[in-house]
């Protein structure tokens, strides 16, 4: 069964350097991007996965189909970067049997009624719901955008979210 080496939630997806600096602290072999409007768009999936580093095998699955080969054991072997868009796709897969024990929340962008919370990452009301019911489940959760970056934890943020 594959080992998820980190889970991370960015709104970019896979990107340029920092996806590279992740794979290789996380020593991951292959990256599972979890989006439904990307794995809808054959033309952007294209793109994405010309992005990926170099000998990283990437897939792209939908929600439905990240959580059925889960639960059917078919993300084969080896250790995967789970990386998905947001955190409502986070919620869904995790409550539908992805049970990874650590989230690190790298990047969601602005947008109206979300508040800076820590760098390029901003949340809403329905963000910080979603994290406090994960963590509730016992999943840990750090914000951290690049590895240099002195990882933030979800109690800091809160505090940061609610002033």
């Known amino acids: 069964m594959a ?70 054991d078919q993300f084969g072997s080896g250790r995967v970067l789970l990386l998905l868009p947001d955190l409502e796709s986070m919620k869904e897969v995790y409550d539908g049997g992805i049970k990874v024990t650590d989230i690190q929340v790298g990047g969601l962008g602005g947008a109206p009624n979300r508040k800076v919370v820590f760098q390029n990452i901003t949340l809403d009301d329905a963000d910080v719901e979603k994290l406090i019911s994960l963590q509730e489940a016992g999943v840990k959760i750090i914000f951290q955008t690049i590895p ?14 609610n002033n």
């Open 3 to 72: 080992e998820i080496v980190l889970c991370r939630i960015d709104s970019r997806l896979i990107h340029g350097q920092v996806m590279t600096k992740w794979v290789n602290q996380s020593k991951a072999n292959r990256i599972v991007v979890v989006s439904d409007s990307l794995a809808a768009d054959e033309f952007m999936l294209e793109i994405y996965l010309m992005s990926a580093p170099a000998g990283v095998k990437v897939e792209c699955l939908s929600r439905a189909d990240a959580v059925k080969n889960w639960n059917e």
């Open 148 to 161: 240099e970056d002195v990882p933030q934890d979800f109690h800091t943020i809160l505090k940061k979210y």
